[in-house]
């Protein structure tokens, strides 16, 4: 009895908008960043790029589409691509602050997260104190439990601030606040991250973000300001004890 022969199957190919070019754009990304190329540099062309990576010309082109779209790259036909001034770069974008991150010093990088924090947040809890709808001020308190009920220095207490102050943002009802928050969560964990392992007094952090709730519960703005500024007090010092 004769058997049938089966069709060889073929491995399913990548697409180009699959992982491959993602980790490319962070490759290339990442050099940029750190000054391998700096601004108005002249980058390897496709060929290149897909030999120092081992990538085909497709996912390298994908690539540099998305780079351009960030603000790093501009293209042009029979040029090539050329790294952009610092000014065109959009630095809010996830990845561009990942790779950013990883370019800078740890400290240096979030103390330059700190001044923007100080800048948006006072101002943002006021904002919730005057705005802030019932459900709001729930996800801000379901925040806060949670991170009460987890143990301090573990992931879980970082997440849960992480979503506090996210709430808190939301809860200003200012549309330009929340993608803002929403494009450095992955910094804010960093920074969160750092400073609960290294922190001075950890045992003040829940009291600190308890009395923002309880600001922003009584519908009074001062308070909440007071309250998110004692915040950012305490991870300056949190900062600066790390660096004696």
Do not use: C
């Not at 908008?17 to 490319?24: A, P, T």
């Not at 924090?117 to 439990?145: D, F, H, N």
């Not at 392992?197 to 009395?211: C, Y």
């Amino acid at each position: 009895m004769s058997q049938r022969r089966m069709k060889p199957v073929r491995a399913p190919q990548r697409k180009p908008g699959s992982r491959v070019h993602s980790e490319l754009a962070a490759g290339i990304g990442r050099r940029i960043l750190d000054g391998t190329y700096p601004p108005g540099s002249l980058l390897p062309n496709e060929a290149e790029w897909g030999q120092i990576f081992g990538a085909s010309r497709t996912a390298v082109r994908e690539a540099i589409k998305t780079l351009n779209g960030k603000g790093l790259l501009v293209s042009r036909p029979k040029i090539g691509s050329r790294v952009e001034p610092r000014e065109r770069w959009n630095l809010l974008d996830r990845d561009v602050m990942a790779w950013h991150r990883a370019a800078l010093d740890e400290r240096t990088f979030l103390l330059s997260l700190q001044e923007i924090r100080r800048i948006l947040e006072p101002g943002a809890a006021v904002l919730a104190a005057e705005r802030a709808s019932p459900e709001q001020l729930a996800v801000l308190e379901e925040a806060l439990a949670d991170m009460q009920s987890a143990a301090v220095e573990s992931e879980a207490m970082v997440a849960a601030d992480v979503r506090f102050h996210l709430a808190l943002l939301a809860a200003a009802n200012n549309e330009f606040l929340v993608p803002f928050g929403i494009v450095i969560e992955q910094a804010l964990a960093s920074m969160f991250a750092y400073t609960t392992s290294h922190a001075v007094h950890p045992e003040q952090l829940l009291p600190l973000h308890a009395e923002v709730v309880k600001a922003v519960a009584a519908r009074s703005p001062e308070a909440a300001r007071r309250a998110v500024t004692a915040l950012l007090d305490d991870t300056d010092e949190t900062l600066r004890a790390t660096a004696e």
